[in-house]
Each structure stands twice: as C-alpha cells, then as structure tokens.
C-alpha cells in the first residue's frame, strides 16, 4: 500500500527566503507525481507534474525534483513572497494501469511572513 | 476555458439524509475522480470514472456511489449520512491526450457539514 508523507507539517519563513518542501512515498513503481497547492477551505492548483522518467520540471519560481529509487521529491521554491502561503500538497499515482488514483500527502502550511 | 466547477458550494444536511454532488469536467476531459478531504488532511481516493464506466473505487462504503453521463459530467452520492462524512469533497478531471496527459484538475469542491 502506497504511503506519502510530507515533512515538514508546517513551515514558517521571511519573505524573500529560498526553501524546500520535501514529500517521501513508500512504493517506487510510480507513473508519476503531482505537486498541488491549496488555500484555505479552497480547491487544489496543480503546480508541476512529473512523470516517472523524468528527474524535474520547473514553472517560474518552483522546481520539483524526483528521485523514484529513493522515493523522495522536493519542491524548491525560490525568492518566496507573502502570496506563496498555503498548504502544499504532493500526490503520487501508481504504475499499475487502471485507475488514476492520486495518494496524497497530508501537506505543507507554508506561511511567508512579510 | 472554464475549468472543472461543482455544485453546490456549502451543503448542510443532517444524519441519515441522502446528498447529490455534481461535478463538471473541463471541456475535452473524460476522465472524473473524486476525492474526499477531512479538515487536516490530505484527500483520499473514492472514485474515477471514465468514459461513463467505472474505474477505480477507494476504501469507502457501498453508502457512495457514482455515475458519470453521456456528457462526461458526473454525480457523487452518499446515502445515510454519518457525522464522519462531513469533508470538503473534491472532483477532478483528467485529458487522456496532449501536453497535460494524466494531469489532474481540480473544482473549487463542495463542503459538506453533517449535522
């Protein structure tokens, strides 16, 4: 059973500051892995989407790294800004065809202080 | 273009009432899951549907239950409502071609409350 875990629970930084989100799964035999961010009591923004055979992808400010064989990711935020607060969400799906179900890390609340 | 919406947006029913939750996909998108997230958590799996057929089911009693039309829109619904349903219930889409292959989209969700 495929088990994600995000570390650390909460996360409190100044603005400006470059940081690290880190998210650890149990199986390796993914298809690929999501990173998410969510405000509160809203719905999920997709971020970046890695699949399987790729080591990272980058948009703007953020790089997600994938490591399968260690089963580990991390998202690098650079220059962070007051906007960036909000629990950050990775979710990964499994290699086995058939349904595209995301396991899900319980998050990041990320909170930027100006 | 519109992304995925979801109807209603706050719910309040009270335990053993029956509740619909509608979701529409992105246009193009076939593919619907939903997702269930409890106050603190992350959101878990409970179905996906594609192409009006089911494909996936999470480790949620036989109270929910899905369907997906010929438009690819979709209804989520749960039967004899517990306190422990109370969650903020996410809808996702997916293309299955192009750039965003296999990407998952969310709604904005609705937020259920079990009285």
């Known amino acids: 059973k495929q088990e994600v875990t995000q570390i650390p629970a909460a996360l409190s930084v100044p603005e400006g500051e470059n940081l690290v989100l880190n998210c650890s799964f149990t199986d390796s035999a993914i298809y690929n892995l999501q990173w998410f961010r969510q405000d509160p009591g809203k719905g999920l923004t997709s971020l970046l989407l890695?699949?399987?055979?790729?080591r990272e992808q980058t948009s703007g400010r953020l790089n997600a790294s994938l490591d399968k064989s260690s089963g580990r990711s991390t998202l690098y935020i650079a220059a962070s800004q007051p906007g960036d607060s909000a629990t950050y969400l990775c979710a990964v799906r499994g290699a086995i065809q058939g349904a595209q179900k995301l396991v899900f890390g319980q998050g990041t609340r990320l909170t930027i202080n100006p | 273009d519109a992304g995925v919406t979801q109807s209603p947006t706050h719910l309040i029913k009270t335990r053993g009432q029956h509740v619909t939750l509608r979701c529409s996909p992105i246009s193009g998108h076939k593919s619907v899951s939903w997702y269930q997230q409890v106050l603190g958590q992350g959101p878990q799996f409970i179905f996906q549907?594609?192409?009006?057929?089911?494909?996936g089911r999470g480790n949620f009693p036989d109270r929910f239950s899905a369907r997906q039309f010929p438009n690819y829109s979709s209804e989520l619904n749960v039967n004899a409502l517990l306190l422990g349903d109370s969650a903020l219930y996410l809808c996702?889409?997916?293309?299955?071609?192009?750039?965003?292959?296999?990407?998952?989209?969310f709604g904005p969700g609705t937020r259920l409350t079990v009285l």
């Open positions: 890695i699949q399987s055979s790729q």
């Open positions: 996702a889409s997916s293309p299955t071609s192009g750039r965003s292959y296999n990407e998952q989209f």
């Open positions: 549907y594609y192409e009006k057929e089911e494909r």
